[in-house]
């Protein structure tokens, strides 16, 4: 990567907590954010866990102008856009608002609103629906609404590439800043837990508890069965590097390379997976000029699934060789839960933290080992480390793949 790409800013709303330091805090102490569903009625469904945000209020954030009308995941996306602004300490002015843009990674983020009008309208007829909450039923509506609520004229995005999303947001935000085409991009994800979501897991049986047993998230563990379901939202400010150090930033990390890669051959069970993987992994190191053994550690995108978790690491031995079971890995869904598309920027965010406070967040739950899943995951507890280059990965059950390596800044 030849230009400079910096991160200034970080907004979070997770389950475990809001803010960046929050966000951090949590991850490092080994919280976890799983409770009973309190949003809608799970008393149909075998499970009752996910990872929700209940103490969200977005009124402090966004004020009251506008906000009736918004959704739960365009209030959640606007609300972490707020924390990252003012996070990176920058101000959007109309001198270089057209120099400015969002790209954001959602794929289900408008399912509830789509629902919930149709179901109007199917009921009670067409007219009887609510005119402005139509813009809530198209997918871009959380971008948009981003850009609308702080004034960004540049380009604006929205991704929707299933458990990648936020990842390729990410890189697709990073390629406008390298091809000179803005200086500064809020990109991230955004998924909010509705019955729809909820229903779809259930019913495809991905749900840790199916079988009558207590929900656990637990990746690489032999004990896993399933993903806890959870709903997050991450932004990250990317500034073109020379930008940030002309108006005083201090950036969090560089953006140091990143790689996508298709697998035709993918499943949901994993079982034919990880060519892909294997792709983006190797396109972010040669974009970032490193080779495996310059990777400190790795933020997984496993999430406690039996096919997912052996085939990361699976690639992960392939890659690094010898250097596997010295590179720690560990799985931050084992605390937030799995968000979808809003995952992989709440891992670049936790990713950020281990760089900046020389910690590795731990593999929480984690009790009795997996003969096919034996690398060092860094069970249950933080681990004090000095970490240069971190690899963040996102793999998704229907081919998509995607990885990003981050950089601590000198």
Not at 62 to 89: E, F, M, N, P, V
Request: charged residues 20%; hydrophobic residues 40%; proline residues 5%.
């Amino acid at each position: 990567m030849s230009k400079g790409i910096v991160i200034t800013g970080i907004g979070v709303l997770s389950p475990v907590a809001t803010g960046r330091d929050a966000y951090w805090d949590a991850l490092f102490e080994g919280r976890t954010g799983f409770r009973p569903v309190s949003l809608f009625d799970t008393s149909s469904f075998r499970v009752n866990i996910a990872g929700e945000i209940t103490d969200f209020d977005p009124l402090p954030l966004l004020g009251k102008k506008g906000l009736r009308d918004l959704d739960r995941s365009t209030r959640l996306i606007c609300s972490a856009a707020k924390l990252a602004i003012d996070d990176s300490g920058i101000e959007i002015t109309d001198d270089n608002t057209h120099t400015m843009g969002v790209s954001i990674g959602t794929t289900f983020g408008s399912l509830h609103s789509i629902s919930q009008f149709d179901r109007s309208g199917l009921i009670e007829g067409p007219r009887a629906v609510n005119p402005s909450h139509f813009p809530n039923t198209v997918i871009n509506s959380p971008a948009s609404q981003v850009s609308i609520r702080f004034k960004i004229k540049g380009f604006n995005t929205t991704i929707s590439t299933g458990f990648c999303a936020s990842l390729d947001a990410v890189s697709y935000a990073a390629d406008f800043i390298r091809l000179n085409r803005a200086d500064v991009v809020l990109a991230g994800g955004v998924e909010e837990l509705c019955e729809e979501t909820f229903l779809l897991f259930h019913n495809l049986g991905y749900l840790s508890g199916m079988d009558g047993a207590e929900p656990c998230c637990c990746p690489f563990d032999a004990r896993r069965n399933g993903i806890i379901l959870s709903e997050g939202a991450a932004i990250l400010v990317l500034e073109d590097e020379e930008h940030a150090l002309n108006r005083g930033a201090k950036p969090l990390a560089r953006v140091l390379g990143y790689g996508n890669a298709f697998d035709p051959s993918a499943d949901s069970s994993f079982a034919h997976a990880g060519n892909g993987l294997k792709s983006a992994i190797a396109h972010s190191l040669k974009d970032a000029s490193l080779n495996p053994e310059n990777i400190d550690y790795i933020c997984a995108c496993s999430n406690s699934s039996k096919g997912l978790d052996r085939m990361e690491t699976n690639i992960v031995k392939e890659v690094f060789g010898t250097r596997a079971l010295a590179t720690p890995m560990s799985s931050i869904k084992s605390m937030i839960g799995e968000s979808f598309s809003a995952a992989g920027s709440l891992s670049l965010a936790a990713a950020v933290g281990a760089i900046r406070r020389e910690q590795i967040p731990p593999t929480t739950n984690y009790q009795e080992q997996d003969p096919e899943c034996l690398l060092d995951y860094v069970p249950n507890a933080a681990r004090q480390k000095r970490l240069q280059n971190v690899l963040v990965t996102s793999a998704d059950p229907y081919g998509q793949n995607s990885a990003v390596v981050l950089q601590r800044y000198a």
